[in-house]
């Protein structure tokens, strides 16, 4: 199985201010279609997972344009470029390339 | 707006199925190219995806759960189900169900969860 590996596992971030969160993955996510099946999901507190990206860079239908992805390959990004109290909660990285698909272990963004 | 609700049972005894079921609302089970996928969630392995079924009746699994699993759709309900059998306490864990589509099989819309608890 494809092994997601996010760093930091925790974020401490300042209102404003912006945070990122890398996500290694042990194989290369590049399909033989040529497309890169690597999303980010949102986990509020209490709430189920939020689709926030797909295919390393596209926003999904109602993400805020603060939320931003990028990657290639094994390496993969999420960048918020300024946190607001409604961002706090857990991100986390999944991949649909290869089966079975997979997810990090999250990260958790938290207000300074 | 497509919205999801899983319900079924939230305590089993070891050795028990496990059945939840899907309702799915906004949308059609018999219309798109659709994955409905089951994905739970524990403590202990975080999020974990269990397998889908397609619009065509086509499903698939984890292979680390395949010979307990089965989804099946049910278009007349406008549901989709899930049953994993001889299940354990390491089946514990909130279960969600998921609409997906090709670019993100896993899940574009959740529904809200629920929680299955296997104890004696």
């Known amino acids: 199985d494809i092994v997601m590996t996010q760093t930091p596992l925790s974020s401490p971030v300042t209102l404003g201010q912006p945070a990122s969160i890398s996500c290694r993955s042990s194989?290369?996510?590049?399909?033989?279609?040529?497309?890169?099946?690597l999303s980010w999901l949102q986990q509020r507190p209490g709430q189920p997972p939020r689709l926030l990206i797909y295919?390393?860079?596209n926003r999904f239908s109602g993400v805020p344009d603060r939320f931003s992805g990028s990657g290639a390959g094994t390496d993969f990004t999420l960048r918020i470029s300024r946190v607001e109290a409604e961002d706090v909660g857990v991100y986390y990285c999944?991949?649909?390339?290869?089966?079975?698909?997979?997810f990090g272990q999250g990260t958790r963004l938290e207000i300074k | 707006q497509v919205q999801l609700q899983e319900s079924g049972p939230g305590l089993l005894k070891p050795s028990e199925t496990l059945s939840l079921t899907c309702t799915v609302s906004g949308a059609s089970l018999s219309s798109g190219r659709h994955f409905w996928s089951w994905v739970r969630q524990s403590p202990e392995k975080g999020l974990e995806w269990i397998g889908y079924?397609?619009?065509?009746?086509?499903?698939d699994y984890n292979p680390s759960l395949k010979s307990r699993v089965t989804i099946s759709v049910d278009t007349s309900k406008n549901q989709f189900s899930l049953k994993l059998t001889s299940v354990t306490a390491a089946d514990t864990a909130v279960y969600y169900c998921?609409?997906?589509?090709?670019?993100?099989?896993?899940?574009?819309?959740w529904g809200q969860g629920i929680l299955v608890t296997v104890s004696s």
């Open positions: 194989q290369s996510l590049v399909r033989s279609d040529g497309n890169t099946y």
């Open positions: 295919k390393i860079s």
């Open positions: 079924s397609y619009y065509t009746g086509n499903s």
């Open positions: 999944t991949q649909g390339t290869l089966f079975p698909y997979t």
């Open positions: 998921a609409r997906g589509e090709e670019r993100v099989v896993q899940g574009e819309y």
